[in-house]
């Protein structure tokens, strides 16, 4: 990387391997004491990076932090290397692993003649070429951590010489065998300490980073930041940046949170990366680190002109940048209206920074209609007219079904929310305010659905155990048909039998299926299904699809059922879904509870007219 501070950088393996790398551990230190998992990872991630690892990629383990010194060998021979304050475990575990490599190599002639060396002030004499057990506490684990190595190798089946590639070497040759400089492709993060500051620094940021392996895009630029926070010129307090931090990410940690900002498909390393992508502008097409490299460009060239349009020159103008950002997103998350609007616009794949530039420098009501107008425009923008949406099928406006009924949910939660809060003053004392948020975590994690109100089609239950369920459901369906003592009989009747014999010999269920469907169903729904309107939007809600495998081919009042059990059990059932399962947008008009065991053209009607009552202002 060109122009980088010597004493902070990213420095490859490869560079140790030139015999001018001496490294020393002093006696305060803990000795080597990695364990069989942490080798393990190393050399997975060591090899998942190497086999798919392109000219210029790069691949960096936690930090090397050393500074100089000079000792005497065993021999009285002075030695000018580095004392190592943090990277003892990796540095040693990384040295046992090119000593195996090069022992192992196919073309050990090409390989680097040397690798670097480690002396241990509290074992002189530890040699890593020819290690026992028994000697030493330290040996004993550099013993296990060898045949650890050994063991990995012979049980995964891999290319050694792809590793090597990107640990040994520095260069590679071209189709005219002539050798062609590339960026090294294993690093560690390498610093200098020269004071007992910089060593108190890097010890912070050692203990916000225990025990990782590699470093994560966000760990890196946190790196940056506590290493900026000792330069005069900037105003970062250490222990308010990591309070802030930690905030953010536990904040971010929230799944209530996360899936109102983020989609399924987005999924970084840690949470705070969404912060650190949106700075950068970071799309689908860059790589993993691509954010990181930008801080890193704003490390070593404060003018650089990415940052310079986003009027930052320094890291304290970032991480007032960076607050600014994750405090925007809570506002929007706490605002009822705005967390729904932009809740709504996320899930269908709009920007986060479209949105944010949509809404920045404008009142409440501004970006409530910029919102509006950006739902209308970049979501809805397939519905031509209002008029038109009754006639939208599952079958041929798939897409728009779900987009409108999404909204439907959506608009209600956030009517409901108006409402009460217009309310709020009428309160009396002891009342509470509460309303639906409609949760987008659920929406995202269970993969919410359309599903028919009315089956769509005719029976295709022709596995015993769907016949079993279906017919489990009729004892609690309310009926005052004189037929329908007798039509329940049958069908606990049939469920014994089904049962004990394990098929439907003579097919015995598709007889009664129909005279129960005659009974429940009245014929104004027989005509609409001979119509084929069954799949139009009056027929259609929003569902998770938990829910939609129970639900099935059921009849309505057993659908209606499963909502009512569901909702019971505490599992969010979309508010629109529930108010129409509930009967909210048609009234009892009977004296019977026959109403509940059918949804009839009537109730099709009731529900379109409170879908155009709710969404329409959205498409003018």
């Known amino acids: 990387m060109a122009d980088q501070n010597p004493n902070f950088r990213l420095k490859a393996v490869a560079e140790l391997l030139d015999g001018t790398h001496h490294f020393y551990i002093p006696s305060y230190q803990r000795g080597y004491r990695w364990g069989t998992r942490q080798v393990e990872d190393l050399i997975k991630d060591i090899w998942d990076f190497a086999k798919n690892a392109e000219q210029g990629d ?39 692993l090119l000593k195996y490599l090069k022992q192992k190599s196919s073309d050990v002639d090409s390989l ?71 960026e090294p492709q294993v690093n560690f993060i390498w610093y200098v300490a020269e004071t007992e500051n910089d060593i108190e620094s890097i010890k912070i940021f050692n203990n916000l980073n225990k025990g990782k392996i590699r470093l994560t895009n966000a760990e890196l630029i946190k790196a940056l930041f506590i290493l900026k926070s000792k330069d005069k010129r900037e105003k970062l307090n250490l222990n308010e940046l990591a309070y802030d931090w930690n905030h953010m990410e536990n904040s971010l940690h929230d799944d209530k949170f996360w899936y109102f900002l983020a ?166 004392v002891g009342d509470t305010l509460t309303y639906y948020k409609f949760p987008f975590d659920q929406c995202k994690l269970y993969d919410w659905d359309i599903e028919h109100v009315c089956s769509k089609t005719d029976n295709p239950l022709r596995e015993v155990k769907d016949k079993i369920i279906w017919l489990s459901y009729i004892e609690n369906i309310v009926c005052y048909d004189k037929s329908w003592i007798k039509l329940k009989e049958e069908s606990k009747d049939l469920i014994k039998y089904l049962i004990e014999k394990k098929k439907d010999e003579g097919n015995k269920f598709d007889p009664l299926y129909k005279s129960i469907l005659y009974v429940v169903q009245n014929d104004s729904e027989e005509k609409e299904e001979k119509n084929g309107i069954k799949d139009t939007l009056d027929n259609l809600v929003l569902l998770d699809s938990g829910t939609n495998r129970g639900y099935g081919n059921a009849l309505f009042p057993t659908k209606r059922q499963i909502i009512i059990e569901k909702d019971k059990e505490g599992i969010f059932i979309p508010v629109c879904t529930k108010n129409l399962f509930l009967k909210y947008y048609t009234k009892d008009d009977t004296d019977s509870s026959q109403w509940k065991n059918s949804w009839t053209i009537d109730d099709r009607k009731a529900y379109m007219k409170a879908i155009h009552d709710t969404i329409d202002f959205i498409l003018m």
């Open 58 to 96: 790069f691949y960096c383990l936690q930090p090397l932090v050393v500074k100089r010194k000079s000792w005497q060998d065993i021999s009285n021979k002075i030695i000018n290397g580095w004392e190592v304050i943090d990277g003892q475990q990796r540095l040693t575990s990384i040295l046992l």
């Open 112 to 182: 680097p003649k040397f690798l670097y060396s480690i002396t241990y002030q509290t074992r002189f004499n530890l040699d890593f070429d020819n290690i026992h057990k028994e000697s030493d506490i330290d040996c004993f684990h550099a013993a296990l951590t060898k045949e650890k190595i050994e063991k990995w190798f012979s049980e995964n089946q891999v290319r050694k010489s792809k590793i090597e590639e990107v640990l040994f070497y520095d260069y590679q040759k071209n189709e005219n065998d002539q050798e062609i400089k590339m």
């Open 263 to 428: 989609n399924k498909n987005y999924q970084p390393a840690t949470r705070i990366d969404l912060i650190f992508d949106f700075l950068t502008s970071k799309s689908e097409k860059y790589d993993s680190d691509f954010s990181y490299r930008k801080f890193q460009n704003l490390y070593d060239n404060p003018n650089d002109p990415f940052w310079r349009d986003k009027d930052i020159s320094n890291f304290t103008d970032a991480w007032g940048k960076i607050k600014e950002v994750f405090e925007t997103l809570l506002y929007w998350f706490e605002d009822g209206t705005l967390y729904h609007y932009i809740g709504y616009l996320i899930y269908f794949e709009i920007p986060l920074l479209e949105i944010f530039k949509t809404c920045s420098g404008k009142s409440k009501t501004q970006i409530v209609k910029e919102i509006q107008i950006l739902i209308r425009n970049k979501v809805l923008n397939d519905i031509d007219d209002i008029n038109d949406i009754s006639g939208l099928n599952h079958t041929d406006n798939y897409y728009q079904c779900k987009k409108l009924l999404l909204f439907f949910n959506i608009e209600t939660c956030v009517t409901q929310q108006r409402n009460q809060t217009e309310n709020l003053f009428k309160l009396s």
